[in-house]
């Protein structure tokens, strides 16, 4: 076991402040400090996240996807690019670039639905299905316009 | 400071977010929804401390990271002190001309839940707001423990059940009001201190942004609404945030200079608290007929607090 925690430690080069042992979690005694990237990190704030240099320490390079029964699907076509998914998906999932709402990171989307319910588009432009169905079924799904009820 | 542009959601969106997903916050929590917010808010170097609490767990699961900037964790109670010292170092630092990047612009933020900012932490928050120094202090209001199982804090409202405040035959719930934490910050003579919410993307914003651009300590408390101990369903987390501000259950104003008081938001209707109420589980109880006074006592005390706002508004003291 200890073993076993030592080689995961030693894997992902985690050391003990102030000296070089390696150590599992339930060991540290005086702290922990973690590197989010790779080097310079300076520029991060101007920089995507597929331009950056994440370090193995950065939880962007985990997965919750296991998290997840249903999934957000993303239909293009209906889309405004209002951002409202993307201000407030709670697992920055939504995958924005240059005002454009692309689509869902799956490795992060814990698969909440407040996208869905933040969508203002007739119909959605997000919508859940089962975590198994593939992107044609889903679209070849899709629901028409819905006429305002009075 | 490089405040970033919140004209519009699609400006806000061009922004790189700092805060990384596969953190361990419940599906649906707004705590993250905030702090994500606050780092879109600014392109400056950000030098975070947290409190223990769900936020703090779930962001440094070791050996995981999601904070794309300097973070610190040291116990339950003094993400204000630590960062008190952080800011105090830089500013020395900055006098004598030692630091690596001397025209670095910085920004000092300390995040806390309720628990730890009401309750555990509230003298050490006193102390460095107190102190003066120069940083934004960001309550995540869900109004329990959530981390530890769902306690009352004493930002618990009345009539709530929680584990520790339980709902029965002999009980309503929690039997005490919220306590007034902006006005106790106000108190402090801080130069901003605000209520705010996150379904108000941008009002968040902007207050978030008068925090940073402001020197010296500020407080702000913000709604976050805890799908789990609320018991609600974690796709609801922004309807309900739009129910807690549509009820002035959650009042969005700011305070500048400990009297200058400005509301926020006002809803075009406003609504029966019982929509908010009925909403989450933690409340299901005060729907029996001989918990109504409960209901009417939660009203009441809404009624007059916004009554009081609205003349501290006009009256500029
Ligand atoms: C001094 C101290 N007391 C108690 C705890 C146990 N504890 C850890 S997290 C937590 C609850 C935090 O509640 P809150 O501050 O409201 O944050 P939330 O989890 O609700 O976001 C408690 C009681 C602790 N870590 N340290
Ligand atoms: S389901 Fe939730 S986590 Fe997934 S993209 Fe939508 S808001 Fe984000
Ligand atoms: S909320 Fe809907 S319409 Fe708006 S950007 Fe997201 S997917 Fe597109
Ligand atoms: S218990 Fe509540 S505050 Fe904690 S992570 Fe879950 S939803 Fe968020
Ligand atoms: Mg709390």
Redesign the interface.
């Known amino acids: 076991m200890q073993d076993l925690k030592l080689k995961a430690a030693e894997k992902r080069g985690i050391h003990q402040l102030g000296g070089d042992e390696l150590v599992g979690w339930d060991e540290v005694t005086q702290g922990i400090i973690l590197t989010s990237f790779e080097g310079d990190a300076s520029d991060i704030v101007h920089k995507k996240a597929e331009e950056r240099n994440y370090s193995d320490f950065n939880s962007y390079t985990a997965t919750v996807a296991s998290w997840r029964v249903k999934k957000p699907v993303f239909n293009i076509d209906v889309c405004i690019d209002c951002q409202n998914c993307w201000v407030w998906c709670p697992d920055t999932s939504i995958i924005s670039r240059d005002k454009q709402m692309l689509g869902i990171d799956y490795d992060h989307c814990k698969g909440c639905e407040v996208c869905v319910e933040v969508c203002p588009t007739n119909p959605k432009s997000l919508l859940m299905f089962g975590e198994q169905e593939d992107l044609e079924t889903a679209l070849s799904q899709w629901p028409e316009k819905k006429k305002k009820e009075k | 400071m490089a405040i970033t542009s919140i004209k519009n ?6 922004n ?10 419940c ?7 905030i702090v ?2 606050l780092m879109n808010c600014t ?1 400056d170097n950000l030098v975070i401390a947290s409190n223990t609490g769900c936020l703090e767990v779930s ?10 900037t300097s973070w610190i964790h040291i116990g339950f109670e003094n993400a204000a002190t630590a960062v008190s010292g952080a800011e105090a170092m830089f500013k020395a630092r900055k006098k004598k001309g030692t630091l690596k ?1 001397n025209d670095a612009s910085v920004k000092f933020v300390a995040f806390g839940g309720d628990g730890s900012t009401y309750d555990i932490g509230f003298q050490w928050l006193s102390g460095a707001m107190e102190r003066g120094h120069d940083f934004t202090y960001i309550c995540l209001d869900n109004e329990n423990y959530a981390n530890t199982g769902g306690q009352r804090s004493s930002a618990t409202p009345i009539g709530a059940h929680t584990s520790t405040a339980q709902a029965g035959t002999h009980s309503y719930g929690k039997k005490q009001k919220k306590k007034d934490i902006v006005a106790i910050m106000a108190a402090h003579d801080a130069p901003y201190v605000a209520q705010l919410a ?1 379904n108000k ?1 941008k009002s968040m914003a902007k207050g978030f942004q008068k925090a940073l651009e402001t020197e010296g300590p500020c407080f702000i408390n913000t709604v976050s609404p805890c799908c789990t101990e609320w018991k609600f ?7 309900i945030t739009d129910l807690a501000t549509d009820t002035l259950m959650f009042p969005i104003y700011e305070i500048i200079n400990g009297h200058e008081l400005n509301i926020l938001y006002r809803p075009k209707n406003v609504l029966p608290v019982e929509e908010y109420l009925a909403a989450q589980g933690r409340y299901k109880h005060l729907f029996k007929p001989e918990n109504k006074h409960v209901i009417e006592e939660i009203q009441k005390n809404i009624n007059e607090y916004w009554e009081m706002l609205q003349r501290r508004e006009e009256a500029r003291v």
Request: glycine share 4%; proline share 9%; net charge negative.
């Open positions: 959601l699609k400006e806000f969106s061009t790189n977010d700092r805060f990384e997903g596969a953190h361990t916050l599906p649906g929590c707004a705590h993250s929804m994500r917010e392109d962001t440094a699961v070791y050996p995981f990271t999601s904070w794309d990047d996150p993307w369903d974690p796709k609801d987390t922004i309807n």
